[in-house]
C-alpha cells in the first residue's frame, strides 16, 4: 500500500526548503512493470524511481528498466499529496551506454541513464535541470528524492547526503560519491538537488554496499546522447563527437520517417513546404531540453495553478544564476532560446563561445551541446563586473547565427532581441547604441524573397501554393451530414454522401431521429461502404464532417469504425464544416452585417461590402493566395479570455487563421457560441483544440505548435494533411505532437455546397 506524503517537512527545512521541497516530491516517479496485470500500488511490480525532467519525459537508470521487455514500463506519478496516484504507459527512448548491463546481469556501467517516453499527453509538474557544465554544489550536501519497497509498503522518502568526492573524474564514467545517510532499495532513478541553487544536478545511480550513502550521475552526461548519422529533418547533425572515448547511446525506438510538428513527414514533403528547422525527433536531447526550456518559461505566465514554480523557489533561496540574471530572467531567455532552432554542430556552439569578448573557453567532457549548455558555461567563467554584458553578447551571436528563418524562427528571433533590448536597459547607452545597431544590421542583411524579415501584413505565397488544392479539382472524399432535430435536441437526422473528383454527389445512406450520444455507433457500416469505394492505394480519401455549429466540438476524430480499430482521425484526413449556417447566432449587439471595407484597404481590394456570401467568398481566396498567420483567440498567455464579437472578427486579416485554445472551457456566456461568431464572419478555415482540464497544465506549447503548423506552412491547403500527420504522430507515441491532443480544424469551401442545404454559391 502507498504511504502519502503528507506535506510536512523534515527538520531544519525553511519555508523556502520546504516550497523547493514539495516541487521535487510532486516531479517524483515510481517505474514499474509494464501490463495491466500487476498492482501498482504493491512492491511486487516497483522497479525503481525516476523524475518527469520535461513534460511526458521520464529520467531515470538505465539499471532500472533495462530488462524490461520491449521497453516498456508503467509511470506511476501524482501532482501533490493529496490526489491518489496515476498510471501512464511508458516506453524507453534511450540509454546510456547502450545494452552494456546485458554483458554483467545486475550492472550497469557508468553513466547508466535512460529517458522514458510516455505514452500519452498528461499534466504533471516537471524539474529544473541545471544548465551548467558540470555538477557544481552551492554547498557541502545534496537533496535527494526517491521511492521504496523495502518496509513492504510503497513509500516515498527524501533527505540530505553530504558530498564526498568524485570517481572517474573528466570521464563519462564520473560520479558523484555522496554519503551520511542511508539508502534504501527504490531510490535508484530519483533526482539530486543543489539546495541552494535550487535545481537538478545528478540521478541517484547506486547506494553503497557497506556504510552509507552511494553515487551519483551528472545530467551534464546526457549531451552524450548521439544523433543518429544522417538524420533527416534536423539542424543539428553534428559532425564532430563530443569525445571519442564516448560510449554512444541507443534509440530503441527511432523511428525512419519521423515527422516535423506540423505533420509533414521528412521524406515527402510537400512542393516549397519543408520541414521548419526544428529538432528532429531523433535528437532526442534537443527535444528534451527545449521542451524542458519551455514548460519553465510558460509556467512563469499567469495559469490556473496557484502553485510556485521552481523560478518562484530559486528567487526566495536566493539563487542569481551567473551573478548577471535572476532566476525569471534566466528562464525567460532559455525559453526564447529554446524556440529557435539548436546550434547546427557542437563545433558550431564552441565557435560561438570562442568568438565572445574576455572570454576564456575552459575544457569540457562532455562538450555544451544546445543554447542552454553554452548559457551555463557563460555562469562560471564571466568576470563579475562584465557577466551580463557577456550574456547579452551571446543572445546577439545566436541571433546572428546562420538558420532558415521561417516566420516561426523570425518570431523567435524577434522575441530574443526583445529580452536582449529588455535586459540591456540598465547598461551604459554606448553599449546599448551598439546593440541597437547589431540589431539593425542583422534585419538589413539580404535575403531571398521567401525569407523577408519585415512583419508586415502577410506574405504572397508561392505560384505553386496559390493553385494548389481547393482551386484545383478535389479527390475522392465523404461527406457526412449530421441536422439536429430542433424539437427532439438529443436526436438527429444524418446522410453519408460520396463526392468525386468533378465535385458530383452521391447519396449513399440517410437516416432519422437517431439519438446522438449513439451517432457514431450508427454511421460505422455506412462509413465503411463509402470509404471502400473512395479510398486509393496508400491515399485514404477525405471524411467531412459537417454537424450544427454547437456541436463542432464534438470529438468526431476520435470516433472508430471497429472496436479494434484505430480511430478516425488517424486513419484519415477528418475535417470539420457547419451544417446549419442559417441558424448561426444573430447580430445581436454585434453590429450589422456588413463587409467592414478598411479591413481590406492594406490588401489593395475592398472586398465584397455588404455580402455576407462575399464575405466567406473573399476570405477563403485570399487566405488560400496569402501566407496564412494563425491568431489565437481565447487565451493571452495562459489567461482565458472572450472571443471577440463578430464584429471584431470581421476586422481580423484576410489571412488570418483563428485558433481556440480551449473550446469548452465555458468561463464566459459566450463562449457556446464562439464557433458560431467566428463563421458569422466569414472563416472557412479555423482551429481549435478541446479543453481537458488537468494539473500543472500549460498553453504555451499548444500556441507555439498552432502558429508553428500554420505559419511556417505554404498555404491553409496544406493544412487537412498537417492535421492528420500530428494525428498518427500522437498515435504512434511521438511526444513532440502531444500539443495537438484534442486538435481539430474547420475547413468549409464556400464553393462546395452541402446537398441540400441551400448552401450553393456561384463556382470559383
Known amino acids: 500500500m502507498t504511504e502519502r506524503y503528507d506535506g510536512g517537512a523534515p527538520d531544519g527545512f525553511d519555508a523556502a526548503q520546504l516550497a523547493l521541497r514539495e516541487l521535487v516530491l510532486a516531479a517524483t516517479v515510481r517505474i514499474h512493470h509494464a501490463g495491466a496485470g500487476y498492482a501498482h500500488d504493491e512492491p511486487g511490480s ?33 501532482t501533490s499529496p493529496y490526489e491518489d496516484p496515476r498510471a501512464v504507459p511508458g516506453k524507453v527512448a534511450a540509454t546510456l551506454p547502450e545494452h552494456a548491463g546485458r554483458l554483467v546481469p545486475g550492472s550497469w556501467p557508468a553513466p547508466d541513464l535512460a529517458l522514458v517516453r ?32 523495502a518496509r513492504g509498503r510503497l513509500e516515498i522518502l527524501d533527505g540530505y547526503l553530504s558530498v564526498q568526492g568524485t570517481i572517474s573524474a573528466w570521464s563519462p564514467e564520473e560520479q558523484v560519491r555522496l554519503g551520511q545517510n542511508d539508502l534504501p532499495p527504490g531510490v535508484s532513478g530519483g533526482p539530486v538537488i543543489d539546495p541552494v541553487r535550487g535545481e537538478v544536478v545528478g540521478v541517484l545511480k547506486s547506494r553503497a554496499d557497506h556504510g552509507t550513502g552511494g553515487t551519483s550521475i551528472g545530467v551534464e552526461q546526457l549531451r552524450t546522447l548521439q544523433l543518429p548519422t544522417g538524420a533527416p529533418g534536423t539542424g543539428h547533425t553534428d559532425a564532430h563527437p563530443i569525445d571519442p572515448r564516448q560510449s554512444g547511446s541507443h534509440l530503441t525506438d527511432a523511428r525512419p520517417t519521423e515527422a516535423h510538428p506540423s505533420g509533414t513527414h521528412a521524406d515527402n514533403p510537400p512542393p516549397n513546404n519543408p520541414p521548419p528547422d526544428t529538432p528532429h525527433p531523433a535528437d532526442l536531447y534537443q527535444a528534451v531540453f527545449h521542451a524542458h526550456d519551455r514548460y519553465h518559461r510558460d509556467r512563469q505566465q499567469p495559469s490556473d495553478s496557484p502553485a510556485p514554480t521552481w523560478a518562484d523557489i530559486q528567487g526566495e533561496l536566493g539563487a542569481r544564476p551567473g551573478r548577471a540574471l535572476s532566476p525569471h530572467e534566466r528562464g525567460e531567455l532559455l525559453g526564447r532560446l529554446a524556440d529557435l532552432p539548436p546550434p547546427a554542430s557542437t563545433r558550431t556552439l564552441l565557435d560561438i563561445l570562442r568568438s565572445l569578448p574576455n572570454f576564456r573557453l575552459p575544457a569540457l567532457v562532455p562538450a555544451p551541446r544546445g543554447w542552454r549548455d553554452g548559457l551555463g558555461v557563460l555562469y562560471e567563467h564571466a568576470r563579475q563586473d562584465g557577466a551580463r554584458k557577456l550574456v547579452i553578447d551571446y543572445a546577439m551571436r545566436i541571433l546572428a547565427a546562420e538558420r532558415d528563418r521561417r516566420p516561426s524562427v523570425r518570431a523567435a528571433e524577434a522575441a530574443l532581441w526583445e529580452w536582449v533590448r529588455h535586459a540591456s536597459t540598465g547598461l551604459d547607452a554606448g553599449y546599448r547604441t551598439e546593440l541597437a545597431l547589431q540589431r539593425a544590421e542583422l534585419l538589413g542583411r539580404a535575403h531571398p524573397a521567401h525569407e523577408r524579415v519585415d512583419d508586415g501584413p502577410g506574405q504572397v505565397l508561392t505560384e505553386h501554393a496559390a493553385q494548389h488544392p481547393s482551386l484545383a479539382p478535389p479527390g475522392p472524399s465523404v461527406l457526412l451530414v449530421v441536422l439536429r432535430r430542433g424539437w427532439e435536441p438529443d436526436r438527429c437526422d444524418w446522410s453519408i454522401s460520396v463526392a468525386d473528383t468533378d465535385g458530383g454527389t452521391t447519396l449513399l445512406h440517410e437516416t432519422e431521429r437517431t439519438p446522438l450520444a449513439d451517432l457514431d455507433a450508427h454511421v460505422a457500416a455506412p462509413l465503411t461502404e463509402a470509404f471502400r469505394q473512395c479510398d486509393g492505394p496508400g491515399r485514404p480519401a477525405t471524411l467531412y464532417v459537417a454537424l450544427p455549429h454547437l456541436l463542432l466540438g464534438a470529438a468526431v476524430d476520435d470516433w472508430r469504425l471497429r472496436s479494434d480499430g484505430v480511430p478516425l482521425g488517424v486513419e484519415r484526413p477528418v475535417l470539420v464544416r457547419c451544417s446549419d449556417r442559417d441558424q448561426l447566432p444573430d447580430e445581436g449587439a454585434d453590429g450589422p452585417g456588413a463587409w467592414p471595407a478598411a479591413a481590406w484597404e492594406q490588401y489593395g481590394d475592398e472586398g465584397d461590402e455588404g455580402d455576407e456570401d462575399g464575405e466567406r467568398r473573399d476570405r477563403w481566396r485570399r487566405l488560400h493566395a496569402w501566407q496564412a498567420q494563425a491568431e489565437v483567440l481565447d487565451c493571452d498567455d495562459g489567461v482565458r479570455r472572450p472571443v471577440p464579437d463578430t464584429a471584431a472578427l470581421r476586422g481580423l486579416a484576410p489571412h488570418t487563421v483563428p485558433v481556440l485554445c480551449r473550446l469548452g472551457d465555458l468561463r464566459y456566456e459566450s463562449d457556446p457560441a464562439a464557433l458560431g461568431r467566428i463563421l458569422r464572419a466569414g472563416f472557412g478555415v479555423a482551429m481549435w483544440r478541446r479543453w481537458r482540464r488537468q494539473p500543472e497544465s500549460v498553453c504555451g506549447e499548444f500556441h507555439r505548435g498552432a502558429k508553428t503548423v500554420v505559419d511556417d506552412g505554404n498555404g491553409v491547403a496544406f493544412l487537412p494533411d498537417a492535421v492528420h500527420g500530428l494525428r498518427k504522430q500522437m498515435h504512434a507515441g511521438l511526444t513532440e505532437a502531444y500539443w495537438a491532443h484534442g486538435v481539430a480544424l474547420l475547413y468549409d469551401d464556400p464553393h462546395r455546397p452541402l446537398p441540400g442545404t441551400g448552401d450553393l454559391l456561384e463556382a470559383p
Not at 522497479?47 to 509511470?75: K, R, Y
Open 46 to 78: 516497483f522497479l525503481g524511481s525516476g523524475f518527469f525532467v520535461a513534460p511526458n519525459w521520464v529520467l531515470t537508470c538505465a539499471h532500472v528498466v533495462h530488462a524490461e521487455e520491449g521497453g516498456e514500463v508503467t509511470v506511476v506519478y501524482r
Open 118 to 149: 510516455l505514452g500519452e499527453p498528461v499534466g504533471h509538474t516537471c524539474v529544473y535541470v541545471s544548465e551548467r557544465p558540470n555538477p557544481h554544489f552551492g554547498g557541502s550536501r545534496v537533496y535527494y528524492a526517491g521511492w521504496t519497497g
